[in-house]
């Protein structure tokens, strides 16, 4: 029930977005006239500037308050060792927090409104979880609304590695930030010891990183975790700066596709895919989506619709007014003559 209430909250705020732009660029061009044309930019300026920013916040917040809410159903059905839909793993260093190398509060404000894509694991996974958001879960052990990405499942200090070792074993796909951190070194360890490397996206991280509350080099850091992998007989590929997504296909195979982070987002996720196309055990879009995600999508795609046709016809009726009010204000010649003088003055 919650799910549904927030995906016709976010429907509500998707429909807000199209209806209020195009309303907007409908509100400031009028005609009353053919030599009276004139073109009042306000009324789009104010919705770009103020209210465009807002919903988008609000959108992406409600967006990832569902991927919470169904990360930790998985979690919770993976600690009583129920069935759980499917879902995607995603693993990181715990301490570092990687946004693009860009000030912090900007850097922080941007990711708001774009989805996270100035971070890597926006950038990563905004695509992926687009292309499987019916048919795969994403699951991250953190706090819930600590960013914007891969739905972030609760864990204590005392039994994080119980949910990470039982979630690796049932996810569909596994993507993991190389690193020799202690927390990272024991999910790759218990990842090549089991043989889930197969299913497994490795990323090389980017240099242009910053790691938020600790000193953090990307190239040393992955340059650790070498010894490792080559404990299982694995050789890591060679360090690339702008980052990249591998996976170990077969012996002596290993898939690379270099990404360019933060400059092009768009190739960043688009390596993700090639990586899991190209491999021989990530079949992940065979995956049937559950009935209550199909369920919930045509709950979203039809209230978006609804919502957007009543707001468009609210909205075209105050545009409308707005048009009649301006048009009779500059029909007025002393209204013309006093804007004129305004203008001198």
């Known amino acids: 029930m919650v799910r549904i209430v927030l995906r016709l909250f976010s429907s509500a705020i998707t429909a807000l977005l199209v209806a209020g732009l195009l309303l907007s660029i409908a509100a400031a061009s009028f005609d009353f ?51 759980a839909p499917p879902f995607f793993l995603f693993l990181r260093p715990f301490r570092s927090k990687a946004i693009a190398h860009v000030p912090f509060s900007l850097s922080r404000l941007i990711s708001q409104i774009d989805s996270g894509r100035t971070t890597l694991e926006g950038q990563l996974l ?45 996810a569909q796909l596994i993507i993991l930030i190389v690193s020799s951190r202690v927390g990272t070194s024991w999910e790759i360890d218990l990842i090549l010891s089991h043989g889930w490397e197969r299913k497994t996206v490795f990323i090389i991280p980017p240099k242009k990183l910053v790691a938020i509350g600790s000193t953090y080099e990307p190239q040393q850091d992955y340059a650790g975790a070498t010894s490792l992998f080559g404990r299982y007989g694995y050789v890591l590929p060679a360090y690339h700066g702008g980052g990249a997504a591998f996976a170990f296909n077969k ?3 290993t898939i690379v596709e270099p990404f360019d982070f933060p400059n092009n987002s768009a190739q960043t996720s688009v390596a993700l ?15 049937k989506s559950t009935p209550e995600d199909n369920r ?30 301006s048009a009779s204000d500059y029909s007025d010649p002393d209204y013309l003559l006093r804007d004129i003088l305004r203008g001198v003055d």
């Open 126 to 170: 905004s695509s992926l979880q687009d292309a499987t958001v019916h048919i795969l879960a994403s699951v991250a052990v953190g706090v819930p609304q600590d960013g914007i990405g891969a739905g972030r499942a609760v864990a204590s200090n005392q039994n994080w590695k119980d949910l990470v070792r039982t979630a690796s074993e049932r």
């Open 296 to 325: 919930l999508y045509w709950v979203g795609l039809i209230s978006a619709l609804v919502f957007m046709i009543t707001f468009g016809l609210v909205g075209f009726e105050l545009v409308l007014n707005y048009q009649q009010n």
């Open 251 to 253: 012996p002596n195979e």
């Open 273 to 287: 895919f090639r990586v899991i196309e190209k491999s021989d055990n990530m079949s992940i879009f065979k995956i």
């Open 33 to 83: 006239g053919a030599q009276n044309f004139r073109f009042d930019p306000m009324p789009m300026l104010s919705f770009v500037l103020l209210a465009f920013p807002i919903l988008m916040i609000i959108h992406n917040r409600t967006t990832q308050l569902e991927r919470d809410l169904r990360a930790n159903i998985v979690a919770r059905r993976l600690r009583n060792r129920e069935s």
